[in-house]
């Protein structure tokens, strides 16, 4: 959270966590994380005083080897990084260079799936045309124009 330190290791993680059940509707069933001490802290105090009929299931040491693995979140933090070095860092937080990034991950760039298919390819979501940068502006301009 914006203000409660840069340091991964001292920020409050309960936010995320939070909003995560919000954008859900729901409590998790399974919550995958790596063994940062804010996440596990958080963890505790976000579902300990929830009372649900199932509680997440908690993989908290994570490999990169195994049936519970984060490597995609790994390579996607990558990806980040990567992005911010040749920006010399992210000034602004609420920067929409992420948000692109997640739009170029989820709608544009093929995968290694056997078909070179998007995430969204592989849920159905189809964007058509050979510029899916434009295809994506103009959809989203149409929305926008018939929520007016």
């Known amino acids: ?13 309960r936010h995320f966590f939070f909003e995560a059940m919000k954008a859900g509707g729901k409590v998790p069933a399974t919550l995958t994380k790596d063994g940062l001490p804010s996440y596990h802290t958080a963890f505790k105090k976000v579902y300990s005083w929830r009372r649900t009929d199932v509680a997440p299931r908690h993989f908290r040491e994570i490999t990169l080897e195994g049936a519970v ?31 692109g990034l997640q739009i170029y991950h989820n709608f544009i760039r093929p995968h290694e799936s056997p078909n070179g298919e998007t995430p969204a390819d592989r849920v159905g979501i189809k964007v058509e045309g050979p510029n899916k940068w434009l295809a994506i502006i103009q959809n989203a301009a149409k929305e926008g124009a018939a929520n007016e």
Request: overall charge positive; glycine content about 12%.
């Open 69 to 99: 693995h984060n490597n995609k979140m790994k390579r996607m933090n990558g990806v980040v990084r990567d992005r911010e070095r040749v920006m010399r860092g992210l000034k602004n937080t609420g920067t929409s260079i992420l948000k």
């Open 1 to 13: 959270m914006p203000g409660e330190g840069d340091s991964k290791q001292r920020h409050n993680a």
